[in-house]
């Protein structure tokens, strides 16, 4: 949380309460305008570790590490794809250019953009059900989507990817 900005907002109409929220890299820090400048250092510090707390709280394991990745796949495998889907890795990789993550059936090996470590758990899950199904059949067709619906978030986490690459300006696409 160091290196992140923050932005202290006073407001008049404030009078007891101090709320914060994350705006992309930048802490938001509102708080009434009475408030000294003393005041103001104790409740910016209060609120990072806060935020901190409850980011890393929220934080699913599964953005952890690779092996953390590999469990969570044989999870989803195991409910969505009936254990059929059985990647020999899975990995984190540096953010790519137009890609949310990559299979390669042949090798059975799965790469995941580091750019999902930020995304709610539910829209790392979709993406890693996926790429497993891709283990299963590798082409876009009817028979892939049957199985990546299975997955009940799927419609809401492309959705929530296409928002936050049109947001970001990526151009990131499904696969």
């Known amino acids: 949380m160091a290196e992140s900005l923050v932005e202290v907002r006073r407001s008049k109409r404030r009078t007891r309460t101090v709320t914060a929220y994350r705006d992309g890299d930048t802490l938001v820090v509102l708080i009434p305008a009475r408030l000294s400048k003393a005041e103001e250092a104790h409740w910016v510090t209060e609120m990072q570790r806060r935020l901190l707390r409850d980011e890393t709280r929220r934080r699913p394991p599964s953005k952890a590490s ?3 990745l590999l469990a969570r796949c044989t999870e989803l495998s195991t409910r969505h794809l009936g254990g059929r889907a059985v990647p020999t ?3 984190w990789v540096p ?3 137009t890609r ?3 299979c390669t059936p042949a090798d059975g090996t799965i790469r995941v953009s580091e750019r999902l ?3 709610p758990g539910w829209v790392l899950d979709y993406v890693l059900v996926h790429e497993l199904a891709h283990l299963i059949e590798a082409a ?3 028979r892939f989507w049957s199985l990546v619906r299975d997955y009940g978030r799927t419609d809401r986490a492309i959705g929530y990817l296409e928002g936050l690459s049109a947001a970001a300006g990526w151009g990131m696409t499904e696969d």
């Open 100 to 102: 949310w993550a990559s």
């Open 95 to 97: 953010p790519m250019r």
């Open 140 to 142: 876009h067709n009817a």
């Open 66 to 68: 690779d092996a953390a």
């Open 89 to 91: 890795s899975v990995r």
């Open 117 to 119: 470590r930020q995304v």
